[in-house]
């Protein structure tokens, strides 16, 4: 199952693209309370988009960002174009899930 969920709306020649990503999205710099160690770093550094195969974004993320990012991004597109967005973390994790509009 993906980490990524979306929604789109299309409006005319605009995509209104709203997803979240389940991700912990750790700093490196907390500790488990229960055993006093420090909980690794484990963050996505890059994420884009495309509408159909054509890149729209892209983003470079830190450890800064809360958990469960949420994205909400306008992007030329119409109803039917697919819409596909990709992340990698610091640990070498990716997804990435395709929506129509």
């Known amino acids: 199952m993906s980490t990524i969920r979306m929604r789109i ?14 991700h912990p999205m ?20 890059t994420m884009s988009v495309e509408v159909n195969g054509e890149n729209v974004m892209d983003a470079n993320l830190s450890a800064g960002v809360s958990k469960n990012p949420y994205l909400n991004i306008k992007v030329p597109g119409k109803k039917g174009d697919e819409v596909k967005i990709t992340w990698k973390s610091n640990t070498g994790d990716s997804d990435e899930a395709t ?3």
Request: charged share 35%; proline share 5%; glycine share 8%.
């Open 99 to 101: 929506q129509a509009a």
């Open 26 to 45: 750790e700093t490196g710099n907390r500790e488990d309370k229960s055993t006093g160690e420090k909980i690794p770093a484990d963050y996505i550094e």
């Open 9 to 22: 709306s299309p409006a005319g020649d605009v995509l209104d693209v709203k997803a979240l990503i389940r």
